[in-house]
């Protein structure tokens, strides 16, 4: 008995990701803004002492406009900007004159420090140079490319970690475009992939945002998946023999996981 014992606190601690790490809301109201354009939905994350009535965002401005309604003389945010929603030079409006809050920038997010004066409704205004960068508009991509086109999220990972920016999600994302999205068998393992996992994955990841217990759930379930996905950014893949032999690779490892392990277990609690 003690040996079994000794063998879950192990994999618990082996299959612990070392980025599984919640986004800290210290700072104050968070809120998730989802902005849908060119046939993608992306995420704005601000974290705030107002609150966030509504959105706009118009593709040919190049501009996000953010509704606000403060209770407080002192207004105090943070706003996170998707690199590939807007991107290049920025200019800020506030209520209608302009404004020039601290931003800083890298390869994924423009991060946006926040901070007047002002009672009641205020507006904000982004208008940046470039927008959906390194995109194609989904309504000028064939039906067929759909589910491999780039930029497209993991809807029950971004359900799970709570945004788009997580570096699960991150991780996923660079696997997809930087790995199986630059050979044949990769794309084609996309296709059938996401075929069966968009069959399901909005019921899920919607009840997640509704359940915060199964939302836990959720997480555990990933963490030794997530985990083992990991390996296939340190994994050479540049042709389709390579794609082939690490896939099955960590599908076998998973299999072992999942699988191999309960049943294991389960068996030596029988005995």
Known sequence: MKSILFLSLLLVLVFTPVFGQLLSDKTGLVNRLDVETGGYTFEVETVSNFDIVNHEFNKDEKRLTIFINSGLENNLGELLIP????????????????????????????????????????????????TLSNMEDKSEVDDSEEFTSKGGGCLIATATYGTELA??????????????????????????????????????????????????SVKLFLTPMLSSLFILNYAQMDNDVQVLAVGSGVILLNIGMYFAVPVVLIMRLKR
């Open 167 to 216: 570096p699960q999600v991150q991780t996923l994302r660079e696997i997809r475009d930087e790995k199986l999205m630059k050979t044949e068998y990769g794309k084609s393992f996309l296709n059938l992939f996401n075929n069966f996992y968009y069959s399901f994955s909005p019921l899920v990841s919607d009840y997640e945002r509704e359940n915060p217990i199964f939302k836990e």
């Open 83 to 130: 690199q590939t929603l807007l991107s290049g030079n920025f200019t800020f409006y506030l209520n209608d004159v302009e404004y020039s809050p601290k931003i800083k920038s890298n390869d994924r997010i423009s991060f946006v420090t926040l901070n007047f004066t002002g009672i009641g409704n205020n507006k904000i205004d982004v208008f940046a140079t470039e």
